[in-house]
């Protein structure tokens, strides 16, 4: 690993980033954009351990700004270009940012709240009355190297697929210099063979932790990241190809869609670059990665962690092919299976994860959430539901929040929509438990169609009896709704709860 102005005087014409467009960012354009947006920093009285935010789409300069504000020792918030006004509100005024950082597509936005918040503001690849221009400060700021010696850090919240988003902010016994990497990034560098030469696709926004993570590290390294405005199936298959993409970074619902385009689309690009196909941020359904497997070979790699980056579980192709289902083994922290008094499960039988001994983490101004997330031992938790076989290998189950409880049996959702996705007819799905008088709840799928046309009693009778074929008539959905579009966040996590609120208040009214 190296800072990036040593990359650049030794590879200064090498891209550093290259947008899916074809636009390039060389690694001397880089440096120089980072030191001079450093000295702006600095210029502004922000200091080590100050916080700021940036809420833009991908672009080729978001990672400019957040490497600046890691060689200027800040606490940078990513916050998602989906969230409603007042949402962005909570998390700039929770985060107490000093400076707002924008596309000039959330610049309407973005100046209310700077002006409400009084805050300081640059807009990004534009110009707007109210805040500094990006490029006017790399023309008014001198090309000088940081004099700061403790890198920055994100502090990324939580999706709020479960409730409240929740600021995630690391101990500061985990600072590192500038230019070095934090424990677990190192492991993602080592485990995936991430150097010099690697070349990155990068699918998913920024704001989220693992695209984030990844895109930083690979920075760091000295490779290159080729950067999606959003995910697209076939253009991420012509970007791996013309790029020669060695590493990328997926989500289930992204292998869903690529794997729906048919043969001739597939075959028209190649993927013989690719050594690390890496997903994670929801459990994938055993056939869909069995597909994946034997469409792009053993270089399938899962992993198991969160914003919290308490743990790091990962499995290759080849222990998934005999462990399937599983999300591998912990290379950072030892696991533990407790049930609801605290006691450890045995093995196979499903509990609440606990992590010994993993990164420390905490909830930025929740001390009560973050309490909530430890046992008396010290060790945390991120609320999700699993097990471990005789060899130690992980299987997660489900969220504890999304459990259902039908006549006092213990349901879990990711089953049932592992089991759905896989419906022809079936694009998402949701499963979760609606109350019921007798047994308290019953569980309810709400389905995504294919083709809306199709959204009839006739295909809801179709799917329940699809599911009574293939599972225990306790698991199967008691009835069915559709929906012409689940949300989603843009990693592919189900945001469950809007769901259910929706349902329930449609119900209530």
Request: net charge negative; with cysteine; hydrophobic share 40%.
């Amino acid at each position: 690993m190296a800072h990036h102005t040593e990359i650049a005087k030794k590879a200064p014409h090498k891209a550093a980033i290259i947008m899916e467009d074809d636009t390039r960012v060389t690694w001397l354009e880089f440096s120089e954009h980072v030191n001079k947006l450093v000295q702006y920093f600095k210029s502004i009285g922000l200091k080590t351990k100050d916080h700021i935010a940036v809420y833009m789409e991908n672009n080729e300069h978001y990672l400019k700004v957040v490497a600046a504000a890691i060689d200027s020792g800040l606490i940078y918030t990513c916050v998602s270009t989906h969230l409603k006004e007042s949402e962005v509100e909570y998390i700039l005024e929770n985060s107490e940012a000093m400076l707002l950082i924008v596309s000039p597509e959330k610049c309407e936005i973005g100046a209310r709240l700077k002006k409400k918040l009084k805050l300081h503001g640059v807009v990004v690849g534009g110009e707007h009355a109210d805040f500094e221009s990006f490029h006017a400060i790399l023309e008014q700021h001198p090309n000088k190297p940081t004099e700061n010696t403790i890198a920055g850090h994100p502090m990324l919240y939580t999706s709020g697929t479960t409730g409240t988003p929740k600021g995630v902010i690391k101990a500061a016994t985990d600072d590192v210099a500038v230019g070095a990497l934090p424990r677990n990034s190192q492991l993602l560098a080592t485990l995936y063979k991430i150097d010099d030469q690697s070349i990155y696709l990068s699918p998913a926004p920024l704001y989220h932790a693992a695209p984030l993570a990844f895109c930083t590290v690979t920075l760091t390294m000295g490779g290159t990241v080729v950067l999606m405005k959003k995910f697209d199936a076939e253009k991420s298959l012509a970007l791996i190809d013309q790029y020669k993409a060695s590493h990328s970074q997926w989500v289930p619902t992204m292998f869903i869609r690529m794997l729906k385009h048919p043969n001739d689309i597939r075959k028209r690009y190649s993927m013989s670059s690719m050594k690390f196909a890496i997903h994670a941020a929801a459990p994938c359904p055993v056939e869909i990665k069995e597909e994946m497997i034997k469409w792009w070979g053993p270089i399938i790699f899962e992993y198991y962690g969160a914003s919290e980056g308490n743990t790091l579980v990962m499995i290759t192709s080849e222990e998934w092919l005999s462990h399937k289902g599983s999300v591998g083994k912990s290379y950072l922290g030892k696991i533990h299976i407790l049930n609801d008094d605290g006691e450890e499960m045995p093995i196979g039988e499903p509990g609440l994860i606990f992590i010994e001994g993993g990164v420390e983490f905490k909830y930025f101004k929740e001390k009560q959430k973050t309490n909530e997330s430890r046992n008396p031992n010290g060790w945390s938790t991120l609320g999700d539901i699993g097990y471990v076989d005789e060899e130690g290998y992980l299987y997660l189950t489900d969220r504890k929040s999304n459990m259902i409880i039908s006549g006092g049996v213990n349901i879990y959702p990711q089953e049932i929509e592992n089991l759905l996705i896989l419906h022809p007819k079936v694009s998402d799905v949701a499963v979760f438990g609606i109350p019921h008088p007798e047994f308290g709840e019953e569980i309810k799928a709400v389905i995504q169609p294919v083709n809306m046309n199709d959204a009839n009693e006739a295909l809801a009778e179709e799917l329940m009896a699809y599911c009574r074929e293939r599972m225990s008539h306790v698991k199967c959905p008691r009835s069915i709704d559709f929906d012409s579009n689940l949300p989603r966040t843009p990693t592919g996590k189900l945001i469950k709860r809007k769901i259910k609120d929706l349902y329930l208040s449609a119900k209530n009214t």
